[in-house]
Structure formats: structure tokens, C-alpha cells
């Protein structure tokens, strides 16, 4: 007699894999996942509305002391191009009489990496006084250049540049800091793969900003503070 041979089946899904077998389960399924969704877009929805009346075009942007300019990565020791539209705009603001002083806040966590000092280089080669032109060496993020613009360097009104993809974040976190801000979103054209990768990292960002915004944290370097917003705005010649 012959040895009956074992059929292979699939293992069975586990239970919470299955969706529920009533219609009323199905239903109660799909709005608690409606329910997660929405909580996850909670912190995205909390940036865009209360930044998006901030924002303004390099036109109609309210007059502040300072510009506020936030790194975006230096390609070759120069600003790579969307940071270059962004330094393009203060040095326009600045030249139009909307600011006074150009704070540049970026990375120089390592010795063969200097954006706050690459961003100067271009302002002065465009024609703003190296004397209005103040640095923040270590704005490793958003919140952190936020956070020592308001407490090391002691700004309570600026126009925040960026991108529109992140002038909100921006604007909701030094905000959130303490400075009474508007936005200006830079040229991004073409809206290549960095700008849309750019925008869905925002969503995720925002979670982390909503944090930030609610618990405040000292920035990665607080450390004293500096004077040089105060020196450029009190030595303005006429």
C-alpha cells in the first residue's frame, strides 16, 4: 500500500490580519484607520494653518531688522542652488531697504563643512556689507536656528527665506521660539525631484515640529549670548 503524500497549504493569516467577517466590523475597521490617518496629519495640518497667513512674496513682505537665511547644503563648498535662491532673496530684500541685517544659520558641525561662512561669501558678493552679515554656526535644524536667533542672538522680529515647501515649518517653529516672523518662499524653479522630495519630508517633519513646539527643548548648542545682531543693527551708517 502506498504512503499517502502530505499536501503543502499556505499557513492560515494570522487574526489580525483578517478583516473582520460582519459588515459593522468592516466599517468600525475602516474608521479607526480613518482615525490613524488623520492623527498622523494632525501635526501637517497644525504647521500649514497657522503659517500659511505669514507667508508673503518678496514684494509685499512687512519690513523686519533681520533676514533670517536657513541653510540648504553646499555643493562643493559652494551654496548648492536652492540655497543660493534663498541667499538671491535676502540680498534682494536687503538691497530694497525690507531688512537691515542678514542672520545665515547652517551646519558647521565639521571642519571641512562651513555653510554659515560659504553663505556670507555669496551675500558680500552681492552686494550686502559684510558688517550686516551675521552668523550661526551651529543651526543644525529648524527648531535649533529658531530657538538661538530668539535666545543666543536676541531677534524678536525677522523675515524668514526658504523654500515653500519648508517656509511654513519655519514659521511655525520661530513662532513657536518667541519671533514674530513672516515667510518668504525662494525660487525652487524647476520643481525638480529635490523639491518634491523636499515636500514629503515635510509631512513627516512635522511631527517632529509639533514636538518641538510643545516641549520646547534647548537648541543641540545654546551657549551664551552674541551680540552681532545688536552690533550690525547699532553701527548701520546713514
Not at 555653510?115 to 543651526?139: K, N, Q, T, W
Not at 515647501?165 to 511655525?172: D, G, K, N, Q, S
Not at 516672523?181 to 525662494?186: D, F, R
Request: net charge positive.
Amino acid at each position: 500500500m502506498g504512503t499517502a503524500r502530505k499536501l503543502w497549504l499556505p499557513p492560515r493569516p494570522r487574526s489580525w490580519l483578517r478583516l473582520p467577517a460582519s459588515r459593522a466590523g468592516r466599517r468600525r475597521a475602516l474608521w479607526a484607520a480613518m482615525a490613524v490617518c488623520s492623527l498622523a496629519l494632525t501635526p501637517a495640518t497644525w504647521v500649514y494653518v497657522s503659517a500659511t497667513p505669514r507667508v508673503r512674496d518678496a514684494g509685499h513682505v512687512p519690513s523686519a531688522p533681520v533676514a533670517m537665511v536657513f541653510g540648504a547644503g553646499l555643493w562643493e563648498g559652494r551654496p548648492s542652488p536652492y540655497l543660493a535662491h534663498r541667499l538671491d532673496t535676502a540680498a534682494g530684500l536687503y538691497r530694497a531697504g525690507k531688512v537691515r541685517v542678514v542672520l545665515v544659520t547652517g551646519d558647521n558641525s565639521r571642519d571641512d563643512y562651513d555653510e554659515p561662512d560659504a553663505m556670507r561669501a555669496y551675500l558680500r558678493d552681492r552686494g550686502v556689507p559684510d558688517a550686516r552679515i551675521v552668523s550661526d554656526f551651529a543651526g543644525f535644524d529648524t527648531w535649533d536656528s529658531c530657538a538661538r536667533a530668539r535666545r543666543v542672538f536676541g531677534v524678536k522680529q525677522a523675515v524668514l527665506i526658504s523654500q515653500g515647501f519648508h517656509i511654513r515649518r519655519a514659521l511655525a517653529l520661530c513662532g513657536a521660539a518667541g519671533i514674530d516672523a513672516y515667510g518668504v518662499g525662494a525660487s525652487s524653479d524647476p520643481h525638480d525631484i529635490t523639491w518634491y522630495a523636499g515636500g514629503a519630508r515635510e509631512v513627516l517633519a512635522s511631527g517632529k515640529a509639533a514636538l518641538d513646539a510643545l516641549v520646547r527643548p534647548s537648541p543641540a548648542f545654546l551657549g551664551p549670548h552674541e551680540p552681532g545682531v545688536e552690533r550690525a543693527l547699532a553701527d548701520e551708517g546713514p
